[in-house]
Each structure stands twice: as C-alpha cells, then as structure tokens.
C-alpha cells in the first residue's frame, strides 16, 4: 500500500512560482513512477509531468520550458517546481504513483492541492 501526502499549493499572482511536493509512505518508491496530473473545474483531469524510476521526464507542451518534475529517493518525494504561472494553470493539482506488481499495476493517488493563479 502507498499513501501520497502533497503540499506546496496556494495562491500566486501571474508569472509567480510555486514548488507542490508529494511524500510517499512505503517501500516501493525507488521502483514506481511519479506524476502529476491536475484537473480545472469542468475539465478532465490531464497529464501534467511524469518521472520513471529512472528519472526520465516528460511534460504536456503547455508547460514545457516552465515546470520541472524531480524525485528525492532518500526523502521518498517527488516535487514539481512551477515557475511563470499562468491563470490557466489554476487547478487542484494530484500527485500519482505507478507501481508495478508480480501480477499487475496499480495507480495511487493524493488527495489533491489547490494552485491559483490570478490575473
């Protein structure tokens, strides 16, 4: 079982910075990939940045050059560093963890942190 704590949300001004971070409980950090997915009031909920085991990353393009995803094996963290935030990037922001088991996947989820951003 994994439990995901984030935090780091809140309210910031247009062009601003937040750092969300995600703390995982368990023994399967070092082995699962981490994410994080955000969902804005009447849309779906998107793939916003992924890290492997490895440490590969990936970005949707709307944030590419803007966040950055990074994972502290020691601290069993994963954090995603927002920098020159726009309104639309408002949303309740959630940390995920793929795990990989003998006998299949499994997906854990946060409960979720508010990021504002005002105009």
């Known amino acids: 079982q994994v439990q995901l704590v984030e935090s780091g949300g809140g309210l910031v001004q247009a062009g601003g910075s937040l750092r969300l971070s995600c703390a995982a409980s368990?023994?399967?950090?070092?082995?699962?990939?981490m994410a994080w997915y955000r969902q804005a009031p009447g849309k779906q909920r998107e793939l916003v940045a992924s890290?492997?085991?490895?440490?590969?990353?990936n970005y949707v393009d709307s944030v590419k050059g803007r966040f950055t995803i990074s994972r502290d094996r020691a601290k069993k963290t994963v954090y995603l560093e927002m920098n020159s935030l726009k309104p639309e990037d408002t949303a309740v922001y959630y940390c995920?963890?793929?795990?990989?088991?003998?006998?299949?996947?499994?997906?854990?989820w946060g409960q979720g942190t508010q990021v504002t951003v005002s105009s």
């Open positions: 368990g023994s399967t950090f070092s082995r699962s990939a």
């Open positions: 995920n963890a793929k795990v990989a088991y003998p006998s299949d996947t499994r997906d854990y």
């Open positions: 890290i492997s085991s490895s440490g590969r990353t």
